[in-house]
C-alpha cells in the first residue's frame, strides 16, 4: 500500500483530517451547568495530565456554538463513555441540550452527571490555554469513580469498541 505524504496546510485539511483519524481515541463526554440549563459536549481529546496534583485536559473546538459556556464554566464533568453508550456520544456531538433522553443527576456543584458511563472526573477548573483553534482546558479533579467495563472508541469517524481483556 502506498503511503500518502503531504505537509499540512489549507489545502491538505481533509488529507490531515484522515491522517489524524488513524488514531484511535476514547470518547467522553464533557457536562456542565450554563445558564440555560445543562449543557453537554462529546470530546475525545482527554487526557490525564499530573497526578499529583490530579489534573486532566480536554480540547474543545473555538468555532463550537458552546465553546464559550464550556471555558467559563467553573465545575464541568468529564465522562468515559462505556462501549454501550453510542447514542449518548452521538447525541452529545450534535447538541448539547436534550439531557431528559437520559438517565442523569446533578451534582452538589450542580453539574450534570451522566448515569452508566466507564469513568467520571468531577472537576473544577484549574486554567484554560490557547491551543489554535482550540483551547486546551485544566481540570483539578475533586472526585472521580469508575466500573469495570469495554470503553467505546472513536477511530476513522466511526464508534467501535475494544475486544481487548477488561
Partial sequence: ????SF????????????ALG?????????????????????????????LEPPLVLWAPAKTSRRFDSFAKA???AIHVMAEDQHDLARHFARRGDGFDAFDWTSSDRDVPILA???ARFECHLSAVHDAGDHA???GHVDHAA?????????KRGQYGGFSGLD
Fill in 74 to 76: 467553573r465545575h464541568f
Fill in 116 to 118: 452508566g458511563c466507564l
Fill in 136 to 138: 486546551i482546558i485544566v
Fill in 7 to 18: 505537509a499540512p496546510g489549507p489545502d491538505t485539511a481533509r488529507d490531515f483530517r484522515d
Fill in 22 to 50: 488513524c488514531f484511535g481515541t476514547g470518547v467522553t463526554v464533557v457536562t456542565a451547568q450554563s445558564p440555560q440549563g445543562p449543557l453537554g459536549m462529546t470530546a475525545n481529546s482527554f487526557a490525564s495530565l499530573s
Fill in 146 to 154: 469508575y466500573r469495570p467495563g469495554q470503553g467505546l472508541i472513536f
Fill in 1 to 4: 500500500m502506498t503511503e500518502h
